[in-house]
């Protein structure tokens, strides 16, 4: 067979997760990774704040007080025994990748700096504990540079710009891949043992997003369209601080170093939702407390937006107010040049995409689509689970974005998204070329690009009707509509009409360019496919949750109903429909109780 | 307001040579080069291909040449051009393979050439925790850090079209941010490779990479400082 490959393991993806994976495995096991953009492109690249580890290098600060706040974070949704698991090894995680070279901001006795986060507290006291790692505000940057100069080092085999578009599973086992060189347009299949899913999230399915073009879920639909179910995907975070229209991300970190929201009246309106840590209260609470804030008439000139304002004489007043102290005790009091070299990213943001100095003019912002919770379900060591008895698929395995382990449960506290690469990336890599030494290669099927080919005819080959920018503009608005920060019995069921619709519109699309060097074409539409079916099975998954619960917001039913709704959904997609199953969470040493901030 | 956009095109599989279309669209003087690029796209001709992804200036993705310079193409914005006419073209010095695509292979070749990564054998803090640097140590190389290896400097300088085996800005700039990081122990190696022919001292300084670096890094001043570590063999 031409265009045919042999390895132990492959990962795809080169995010953070997939190059912690390989570099992981590599040690044992041929492995190689297989990614649609070269590997410093990837999302992780574009993460700010910070990665949240226990180091307690400016205060005190305890792994227990990380796992308690990831899992009142996640709103009890996540699964207790994984969250200790990861908030344990963040320590050594962090100082890992010091090891690696990344350059972290420090403190001035040589440590690695810290500051506050959303969510983040010291368990005794209920107040904002310094528990982010930096590197100023291009933390996912350092991590992605740091982690492919050690896979340079390490000689790791990449296969640069190929999209996987099919994994391989025979008898009930790993088989293999099926992915196309983009520069050819070849397809190759690739022979492995055990292969890693790290393809990222799906967040271009919204209008507002602060993900890169390249988030279209491609990673979770092409196991859900091989009969693996996708877990919790009613659960997608939308951060509350997007520039204005435009959705790019504005840190929490600038509230972190003391940045204030305010309404269109000029009110700190996070006092009257979370009256103990205000402005750092959890991603949920506050973009839900922005929502309500537009519904009562305080957004921005009724125009759907607020300020978030890190002025110096706004964060002095504020800190002033709210008593806050520096580590030595003395009063927290900055100057604009500090703020600058604290967010010198974001700095960069507003002037170049809004024309304004944040030092000097506060920040309209809105809530953006951020962070994918559900996904592919796995249990801590990164091995894909595939019923309710969380039943192990022999040799595939998921990590990062794209998995659902569930340590993020209904709601992702901040830089718990970069733990969970390194952690998980780490782990789901060990594992894999542990079995991949252990196993043989499963036969490939009879005609292995087969399904791919199928899929491919049917893009070139519609009638042509219809457009697919269209169809992903009306995607798009809908979801952000219907299925956003707030939704309703009437409004989603409203979107399960339009995404069927959209669905059925999508088969007469027709790729024009029938070429098949850099097929761009094909490739976007083939990836509006994978939104579609992951838009589907969001929607339906949200339909069926009746209850309010960290990032899904009911208004019919706001509260969150634990005798009834304390379980992971589980949804398997099946052509145009959506079959549903539970599972319950693993609940260890914190019962459920109600969350405020 | 209205502008005209004109991208080259080259389709290896149909064209000879490449040529310019032309589209004439409305549009807000907010949008971002790639905003426009994604507008014809989706509502002239699909078939356009380039590459980008975070549309926002940090994976480097889609550098080009838009009215004879290099940006992101994400992070230009109509306005910043002052110009009713829009010329969008790949970048110089790397081959093209379809319309805006070039081939990046001899850059990140180059790029790996330097040695980028940490380079340090001694045994790690007894303690098992972080290796300690100062902030003044941390500031020494953090400019350096920010590159996105966007390849925006390298395809701007004349050396590099001259002849492309000169490792280039970028190159330079990575090689810089280990030799000034105090952790780091590959700073003679690395001189030594810099120091060959196709190294540091192809640089002209001609400041055209410094004018084009997204991430404002003083490419020339970084060059500079590894010249004369060179020079002086001393790292300060
Ligand atoms: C603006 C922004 C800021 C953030 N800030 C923070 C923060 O401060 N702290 C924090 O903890 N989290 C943060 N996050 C979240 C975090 O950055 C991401 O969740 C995380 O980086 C995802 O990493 P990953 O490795 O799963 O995926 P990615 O880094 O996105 O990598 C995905 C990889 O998969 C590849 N791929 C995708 N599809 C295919 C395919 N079909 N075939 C082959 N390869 C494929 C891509 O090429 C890419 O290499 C932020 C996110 C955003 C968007
Ligand atoms: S130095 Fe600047 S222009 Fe050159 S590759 Fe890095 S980011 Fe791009
Ligand atoms: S698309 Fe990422 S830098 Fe422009």
Redesign the pocket.
């Known amino acids: 067979m031409e265009n045919f490959h042999q390895y132990d393991v492959i990962v795809?993806?080169?995010?953070?997760?997939?190059?912690m994976a390989a570099m992981y495995a590599s040690r044992t096991a041929k492995t190689a990774v297989?990614?649609?953009?070269y590997?410093v492109?990837?999302?992780?690249?574009?993460?700010?704040?910070?990665?949240?580890a226990a180091l307690g290098n400016l205060e005190e600060d305890r792994p227990e007080w990380h796992t308690f706040d990831t899992v009142k974070g996640s709103d009890y949704l996540g699964d207790q025994d994984a969250i200790e698991f990861m908030c344990n090894e963040a320590v050594q995680a962090v100082y890992d990748l010091e090891h690696m070279g990344l350059p972290f901001s420090r403190t001035a006795d040589g440590r690695i700096a810290q500051r506050p986060f959303g969510g983040h507290t010291n368990n005794v006291t209920g107040k904002p504990v310094r528990r982010?790692c930096y590197a100023a505000d291009r933390?996912?940057h350092m991590i992605?540079q740091t982690l492919y100069q050690q896979c340079i080092k390490n000689q790791i085999v990449f296969y640069d710009e190929?999209?996987?578009?099919d994994v391989l599973i025979r008898d009930g086992k790993v088989a293999g891949v099926v992915?196309v060189e983009l520069a050819t347009g070849e397809l190759h299949v690739f022979q492995a043992k055990a292969v890693v899913i790290?393809?990222?999230?799906h967040?271009r399915m919204w209008e507002i997003t602060?993900?890169?073009y390249?988030?279209?879920g491609?990673?979770a639909a092409?196991v859900a369209r091989r009969g693996i179910p996708l877990e919790d995907m009613e659960f997608f975070q939308f951060h509350p601080t997007g520039i204005y229209k435009l959705g790019?991300?504005i840190?929490?970190?600038v509230r972190g170093e003391g940045g204030i929201l305010f309404n269109g009246k000029g009110e700190r309106f996070m006092e009257k939702y979370a009256p103990r840590i205000k402005d750092l209260a959890s991603r949920d609470v506050v973009s839900r407390a922005m929502y309500l804030e537009t519904r009562a008439g305080n957004d921005v000139n009724g125009q759907r937006f607020f300020y978030l304002d890190v002025t110096p004489e706004t964060v002095n007043k504020y800190a002033e107010l709210d008593g806050r102290t520096r580590p030595d005790g003395t009063p927290y009091r900055v100057t604009a040049e500090e703020i600058r070299s604290k967010i010198p990213d974001i700095t960069d943001f507003c002037v170049t995409y809004l024309g304004i100095d944040p030092t000097r003019e506060p920040i309209p912002v809105q809530p953006t689509a951020?962070?994918a919770m559900g996904g592919i379900p796995t249990n801590k060591f990164g091995e894909v689970v595939i019923d309710s008895q969380n039943t192990v698929l022999p040799g595939l395995y998921a990590?990062?974005?794209?998995a659902c382990v569930s340590v993020h449960g209904a709601n992702r506290l901040?830089?718990?998204?970069?733990?969970?690469?390194i952690v998980f990336?780490k782990h789901s890599g060990l594992r894999a070329a542990e079995y991949a030494l252990g196993a043989d290669f499963t036969p490939l099927p009879d005609d292995p690009t087969g399904y791919v080919r199928e899929q491919i005819d049917r893009l070139r080959t519609g009638s042509g009707k219809e457009r697919a920018a269209q169809i992903g503009r009306e995607l798009r608005s809908t979801m952000f509509d219907l299925v956003g920060v707030f939704r309703t019995e009437e409004g989603l069921t409203q979107a399960m009409e339009k995404i069927q619709e959209l669905r059925a519109r999508f088969r007469e699309v027709r790729v024009a360019d029938s070429g098949k060097v850099f097929n761009m074409e094909l490739m976007q539409t083939w990836e509006l496919g994978n939104l579609l079916d992951l838009a589907l099975v969001t929607t339906r998954s949200a339909l069926e949750r009746r209850e309010s619960r960290g990032a899904h917001a009911r208004d019919d039913f706001p509260a969150r109903d634990d005798v009834n709704w304390l379980k992971h959904t589980l949804a398997w997609l099946e052509g145009d429909s959506v079959k549903l199953d539970y599972k319950p969470v693993v609940i260890t040493r914190y019962q459920p109780k109600e969350r405020t901030y | 307001m209205q502008v005209k956009l004109r991208v080259f095109r080259f389709d290896p599989e149909k064209d000879q040579k490449p040529r310019y279309d032309t589209f004439i669209m409305n549009v807000d003087p907010n949008d971002r080069v790639l905003d426009l690029l994604e507008y014809v796209k989706a509502d002239f001709d699909p078939s356009l291909a380039l590459r980008r992804s975070c549309a926002h200036g940090v994976c480097g993705s889609d550098a080009m040449r838009v009215n004879g310079r290099n940006y992101l193409a994400c992070k230009v914005l109509v306005k910043n051009l002052n110009a009713d006419t829009i010329t969008v073209e790949p970048l110089l010095g790397l081959r093209v393979i379809k319309d805006l695509i070039v081939d990046m292979g001899p850059f990140f070749e180059n790029y790996r050439s330097v040695l980028p990564y940490l380079i340090n054998d001694e045994p790690l803090p007894a303690d098992g925790k972080e290796r300690l640097q100062t902030p003044e140590q941390q500031m020494r190389f953090e400019e350096t850090t920010k590159c996105i290896l966007c390849a925006a400097c390298t395809t701007s300088c004349p050396s590099f079209w001259a002849d492309d085996r000169y490792v280039g800005p970028a190159a330079i700039v990575n090689a810089h941010r280990f030799i000034f990081d105090s952790r780091d122990r590959g700073a003679e190696k690395r001189l030594n490779i810099l120091n060959e022919q196709i190294g540091v001292w192809r640089c002209r300084t001609a400041f055209n990479c410094t004018e084009a670096c997204p991430r404002d890094i003083h490419i020339t001043q970084a060059i500079a400082e590894v010249k004369k570590a060179i020079i002086t063999g001393k790292v300060e």
Do not use: C, W
Request: aromatic share 4%; proline share 1%.
């Open positions: 795809v993806g080169g995010g953070g997760a997939g190059l297989i990614s649609k953009l590997p492109r990837s999302h992780t690249g574009a993460a700010q704040g910070g990665i949240g982010s933390t996912g992605l190929f999209q996987a578009m992915a790290a393809t990222g999230g967040g602060s993900n890169a390249a988030y279209t491609d990673g092409i790019i991300l840190t929490e970190a951020h962070y990590a990062g974005e794209v901040g830089t718990n998204s970069l733990v969970d690469l990336g």
